[in-house]
């Protein structure tokens, strides 16, 4: 199945569609085998990791004057897609280059950006991100993480669960809020939170899900951290956050559309081959039609993802936000119904470990799920785009 489709060389750059080609280059040389029995002997694609890191992928939407690339979410989405339709998707560059990294690009400080931006670009070091809480889930504006002044310095105190990766990176940034003095009001802000700070613990949760990045649930109690630990500013508090949110959406809806092209290919592969009656099962419409639906639907989802990561990186975020949400959505919806579908196609193979598309239908789950919810998006689109009332 051709990635590069006539429409994908209008709406690409000969730039963006050269790294597509190098990205899928790499992403064959290891392939699914080697993703599924490195997470199968408990490891992480590190080789995988360190090759993209020296090629400049990891790091390709931040700032070359901090080691990046000095290209956008656009690219970066790319770089998933490819790794993911290898059957290589790289979880943790939603979280690390395009959440924390864009939010310290866009917030931070000069000192925090010389400081965390150039191993974040290079991957020698990853930022997980924590936002999700036991009692807030979808409703993010009732987390309760909350950071207290104490002299100059700051003492945090919460939960959260499902953060992913915190085993391998070093920090995590956490969204918490502030009491407004004045108002009692509390405000989101962002904190750099050192894995091994006093007060900070993490839980590993005991997922149902075969890929390298692992959940943890955390626990703050009164983590003291200095006052440099504040990305951007206490009062912008929301647009700050989600600055960071867009690309987590837009990185979703690549990662979602990686594993789809994925599942979809290795069916077609298979369709093409196996034969129990006169001609081989792809020939039978029952097979065909839903590959060829979920074909269409991964082309629509890529487009949308492509319109909402090029109005992110022209720095409108509000128009990026309705696409992001609809990228996510559509993606997510056709990796579940393409992962589906392939693991059918290929019957009983499809359940077997060696074909290795049985552990994509728990990932596929995630893509409608986080980072927020196939409901929550339709939620929004019901409210912002077209003013319906809420019901909560
Ligand atoms: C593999 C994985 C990795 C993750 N990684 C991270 C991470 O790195 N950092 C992080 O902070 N979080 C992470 N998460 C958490 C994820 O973002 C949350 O699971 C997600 O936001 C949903 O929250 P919840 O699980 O609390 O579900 P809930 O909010 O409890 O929702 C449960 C169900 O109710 C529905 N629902 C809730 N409210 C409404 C409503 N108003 N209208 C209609 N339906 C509604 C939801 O759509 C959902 O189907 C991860 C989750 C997974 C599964």
Same mark, same amino acid.
């Given at each position: 199945?051709?990635?590069?489709?006539?429409?994908?060389?209008?709406?690409?750059?000969?730039?963006?569609?050269?790294?597509?080609?190098?990205?899928? +280059?790499?992403?064959?040389?290891?392939?699914?085998?080697?993703?599924?029995?490195?997470?199968?002997?408990?490891?992480?694609?590190?080789?995988?990791? $360190?090759?993209? $890191?020296?090629?400049?992928?990891?790091?390709?939407?931040?700032?070359?004057?901090?080691?990046?690339?000095?290209?956008?979410?656009?690219?970066?989405?790319?770089?998933?897609?490819?790794?993911?339709?290898?059957?290589?998707?790289?979880?943790?560059?939603?979280?690390?280059?395009?959440?924390?990294?864009?939010?310290?690009?866009?917030?931070?400080?000069?000192?925090?950006?010389?400081?965390?931006?150039?191993?974040?670009?290079?991957?020698?070091?990853?930022?997980?991100?924590?936002?999700?809480?036991?009692?807030?889930?979808? *409703?993010?504006?009732?987390?309760?993480?909350?950071?207290?002044?104490?002299?100059?310095?700051?003492?945090?105190?919460?939960?959260?669960?499902?953060?992913?990766?915190?085993?391998?990176?070093?920090?995590?940034?956490?969204?918490?809020?502030?009491?407004?003095?004045?108002?009692? +009001?509390?405000?989101?802000?962002?904190?750099?939170?050192?894995?091994?700070?006093?007060?900070?613990?993490?839980?590993?949760?005991?997922?149902?899900?075969?890929?390298?990045?692992?959940?943890?649930?955390?626990?703050?109690?009164?983590?003291?951290?200095?006052?440099?630990?504040?990305?951007?500013?206490?009062? $912008?508090?929301?647009?700050?956050?989600?600055?960071?949110?867009?690309?987590?959406?837009?990185?979703?809806?690549?990662?979602?559309?990686?594993?789809?092209?994925?599942?979809?290919?290795?069916?077609?592969?298979?369709?093409?081959?196996?034969?129990?009656?006169?001609?081989?099962?792809?020939?039978?419409?029952?097979?065909?039609?839903?590959?060829?639906?979920?074909?269409?639907?991964?082309?629509?989802?890529?487009?949308?993802?492509?319109?909402?990561?090029?109005?992110?990186? $022209?720095?409108?975020?509000?128009?990026?936000?309705?696409?992001?949400?609809?990228?996510?959505?559509?993606?997510?919806?056709?990796?579940?119904?393409?992962?589906?579908?392939?693991?059918?196609?290929?019957?009983? *193979?499809?359940?077997?470990?060696?074909?290795?598309?049985?552990?994509?239908?728990?990932?596929?789950?995630?893509?409608?799920?986080?980072?927020?919810?196939?409901?929550?998006?339709?939620?929004?689109?019901?409210?912002?785009?077209?003013?319906?009332?809420?019901?909560?």
């Amino acid at each position: 199945m051709s990635s590069h489709t006539l429409a994908g060389d209008l709406l690409e750059t000969p730039e963006q569609r050269d790294l597509r080609a190098a990205v899928a +280059q790499l992403g064959s040389r290891y392939g699914r085998s080697y993703f599924t029995e490195t997470v199968d002997a408990g490891n992480h694609p590190e080789a995988l990791w $360190a090759d993209a $890191a020296k090629a400049g992928y990891l790091g390709v939407n931040l700032p070359e004057e901090h080691g990046g690339g000095g290209a956008g979410i656009t690219e970066l989405s790319i770089v998933l897609e490819e790794l993911g339709g290898a059957g290589c998707p790289l979880l943790m560059l939603i979280v690390s280059p395009a959440i924390c990294g864009t939010v310290i690009a866009r917030f931070g400080t000069d000192a925090q950006r010389r400081r965390w931006l150039p191993p974040l670009a290079d991957g020698s070091r990853t930022m997980a991100f924590g936002i999700t809480e036991p009692d807030a889930g979808s *409703n993010s504006h009732r987390i309760t993480t909350t950071a207290r002044r104490a002299g100059g310095d700051w003492l945090l105190t919460g939960r959260k669960v499902f953060v992913s990766g915190v085993d391998r990176a070093e920090e995590t940034l956490i969204v918490g809020r502030t009491e407004d003095e004045r108002t009692g +009001q509390l405000k989101p802000c962002l904190f750099v939170v050192p894995r091994d700070a006093a007060g900070f613990a993490h839980h590993r949760i005991d997922m149902e899900l075969h890929a390298p990045e692992k959940q943890f649930e955390l626990v703050l109690d009164e983590v003291r951290l200095p006052a440099e630990a504040l990305v951007g500013d206490e009062d $912008a508090g929301l647009s700050q956050l989600f600055a960071g949110l867009n690309p987590e959406r837009i990185m979703t809806a690549a990662f979602a559309l990686g594993m789809a092209r994925y599942a979809v290919s290795r069916a077609v592969d298979y369709a093409c081959e196996r034969q129990v009656w006169k001609a081989p099962i792809g020939a039978h419409q029952a097979i065909a039609h839903p590959l060829a639906r979920s074909h269409v639907e991964i082309e629509l989802a890529r487009l949308m993802t492509q319109k909402a990561a090029r109005l992110y990186d $022209a720095r409108d975020d509000v128009g990026a936000g309705e696409a992001a949400n609809m990228a996510k959505y559509a993606a997510g919806e056709a990796a579940a119904r393409a992962v589906d579908q392939a693991v059918h196609t290929l019957g009983g *193979n499809g359940l077997t470990r060696e074909y290795g598309l049985a552990s994509l239908v728990t990932a596929a789950r995630v893509a409608r799920i986080a980072p927020v919810s196939r409901e929550m998006i339709l939620n929004y689109i019901s409210h912002q785009s077209l003013g319906l009332p809420k019901s909560y």
